[in-house]
C-alpha cells in the first residue's frame, strides 16, 4: 500500500498557499505529500549582459534544500557555491519556465524564482516547480497592479511530475521511499495542451523498455494536467484568469 492510501496512478495531496511571503511580487507555499517548498518571485530592473538594449526580460530560478530538510542528516547551506544537483535542478526550473510567457512582454527585466525546500519526501524539483509557476504569475499580475507592464500578458501553464518505474509497473508522483527503490526515474514538465517542454529520464535499476517510457510519459502528461487544473483555481481565486 502507497503512502495516502494512493492507488499507483494517483497524484499526492497538493496545496497551494500563495502570498505566503509578504512584500515580494510573487509568492506561494507548496506542501506535496510530506514535501515542503517555499518559493519567491522577485523582480529587477536589468538583465543580464547579453540581453542588454534588446526589449526582453529573463526569467531564473535558484534552488536549495535547507538544513533539517531531509531529517536530523543536516544540509549545510550553500553560501556562495552551489552543489552540482541544486545547480542542475535550479536550470531545470528556468528553463520550464522561460516557456511560460513571451520575454518581450517583461521589458528589459529579471524575474527571480527562488524555491527553498522545507521538509523533503521526494519530488522536490518537481513541486518546485510547480510553485514557482505559481509564483511567476503573480509576480505579472503584480508588475500590472504596479503599472509597470501594460497588462497582464499571455501565458502558459506548465506543471511537472515525477514517475517511477519499479518491477514493470508505473507509480506516479513518487515520495522518498518509493523514489530509493525504483527503477527508474522520470521527470515530466509538460503544459495544459499536453505539449512537453522537458523529460529526464534516469535509470538506477533495470533497463527502461520504450514502450514503458512512453506510457510513463502518457501517465505524467494527465496528471499534470490535474495539477495545472488546481493551479488554475489557486490563481482565479488570487483574481488571474488565462
Not at 511567476?136 to 504596479?146: C, G, P, S, Y
Not at 508522483?173 to 529526464?200: C, H, K, P, R, W
Amino acid at each position: 500500500m502507497r503512502a495516502h492510501d494512493r492507488a499507483a496512478d494517483q497524484l499526492r495531496p497538493i496545496a497551494f498557499v500563495p502570498g505566503y511571503v509578504r512584500n515580494v511580487p510573487g509568492s506561494v507555499f507548496c506542501e506535496q505529500g510530506h514535501t515542503r517548498v517555499v518559493a519567491t518571485a522577485t523582480v529587477e530592473d536589468k538583465v543580464p549582459p547579453f540581453l542588454k538594449r534588446s526589449g526582453r526580460g529573463w526569467i531564473t530560478a535558484e534552488y536549495a534544500m535547507l538544513p533539517g530538510s531531509s531529517g536530523n542528516q543536516r544540509i549545510a547551506r550553500e553560501r556562495g557555491k552551489i552543489n552540482n544537483r541544486s545547480g542542475e535542478i535550479q536550470r531545470f526550473i528556468g528553463r520550464a519556465l522561460r516557456t511560460v510567457v513571451d520575454p518581450l512582454a517583461l521589458g528589459e527585466r529579471t524575474i527571480t524564482l527562488d524555491a527553498d525546500v522545507i521538509q523533503a519526501d521526494g519530488g522536490t524539483r518537481c513541486a518546485s516547480l510547480n510553485a514557482c509557476y505559481l509564483a511567476l504569475v503573480l509576480a505579472l499580475k503584480h508588475l500590472v497592479f504596479e503599472q509597470v507592464i501594460a497588462g497582464l500578458p499571455p501565458f502558459r501553464p506548465v506543471a511537472a511530475v515525477s514517475i517511477g518505474v519499479k518491477g514493470g509497473g508505473l507509480l506516479a508522483d513518487m515520495d522518498y521511499e518509493e523514489d530509493s527503490a525504483s527503477d527508474s526515474d522520470i521527470n515530466v514538465v509538460s503544459t495544459a495542451s499536453g505539449e512537453l517542454v522537458e523529460v529526464q529520464s534516469f535509470c538506477e535499476g533495470a533497463p527502461l523498455a520504450e514502450a514503458l517510457f512512453r506510457e510513463a510519459v502518457s501517465l505524467a502528461v494527465a496528471k499534470n494536467r490535474e495539477i495545472i487544473a488546481l493551479q488554475e483555481r489557486v490563481l482565479a481565486a488570487a483574481g488571474v484568469r488565462r
